[in-house]
């Protein structure tokens, strides 16, 4: 199975900070890498797909990169809505494996 | 608006079974993949199973396979996962997810339902 490790697990910043989280597999996934955010009590709920598409409806504010084995989800201008968990998911190949989450905090 | 709603959650015993179900409105169902995700706070979140749209391609996690049976009724817009042989480390809450690619593009669960949870207890 691919281990898709992210850091930090916890990260706390300032409403309009950029703040960036970081995804990394066990081997390469070329780009076939999705970013999630979980609020409390809620389903998860898709940011990303394919490392770097915006999904519709999500704020500009969100980007995503990488490719291989490292990845990043940025959010630029830190709002209060955003505290949530965020997961990574690879989907290159079976079983389709999470990170073990993110858990982005304001200060 | 797409809707996804899980039931069928609850206690059941270790050894046990217990039957998911899914209903989905807002989308044509038969068209579309779809997948049991589950979530503990210990392991996070875990796939577990996927179903093609005619439900002649399924799929499953190695720890689930033989224990586990997703299935599909198209006619009543309808997911469905059967647990059997429970244990504890089955509880958690468990997600129904539509599956969705572009062009080739990464394969992402673009719809979530809301969750049912699943206690394993004696």
């Known amino acids: 199975d691919i281990q898709m490790t992210q850091s930090p697990s916890s990260l706390p910043a300032s409403v309009g900070d950029r703040v960036i989280i970081t995804c990394r597999a066990s081997?390469?996934?070329?780009?076939?890498l999705n970013w999630y955010q979980q609020k409390s009590g809620k389903a998860p709920k898709v940011l990303m797909y394919?490392?770097?598409n915006l999904q519709s409806g999500v704020p500009s504010r969100f980007s995503g990169s990488g490719s291989g084995t490292e990845f990043s989800l940025t959010i630029n201008s830190l709002q209060f809505e955003d505290v949530a968990t965020y997961y990574c998911?690879?989907?290159?190949?079976?079983?389709?494996?999470f990170g073990q989450g993110t858990k982005l905090e304001i200060k | 608006e797409v809707q996804l709603v899980e039931s069928g959650g609850g206690l059941a015993q270790p050894g046990g079974s217990l039957r998911l179900s899914c209903a989905a409105s807002?989308?044509?169902?038969?068209?579309?993949?779809m997948n049991w995700v589950r979530q503990t706070p210990g392991k996070g979140l875990e796939w577990l199973s996927y179903?093609?749209?005619?439900?002649?391609?399924?799929k499953y996690a190695d720890s689930m396979q033989g224990r586990f049976t997703i299935s599909r009724a198209n006619a009543k817009n309808s997911l469905y996962l059967q647990m059997n042989s429970l244990t504890a480390e089955d509880t958690a809450v468990y997600y129904c997810?539509?599956?969705?690619?572009?062009?080739?593009?990464?394969?992402?669960?673009?719809?979530w339902g809301q969750g049912t949870p699943v206690t394993v207890s004696s």
């Open positions: 997810a539509r599956g969705k690619t572009d062009y080739g593009d990464s394969y992402y669960f673009d719809y």
């Open positions: 807002g989308f044509s169902f038969s068209s579309y993949e």
């Open positions: 179903i093609s749209s005619s439900g002649r391609s399924v």
């Open positions: 081997q390469s996934i070329s780009k076939y």
């Open positions: 394919g490392a770097s």
């Open positions: 998911q690879q989907s290159y190949s079976y079983p389709y494996t």
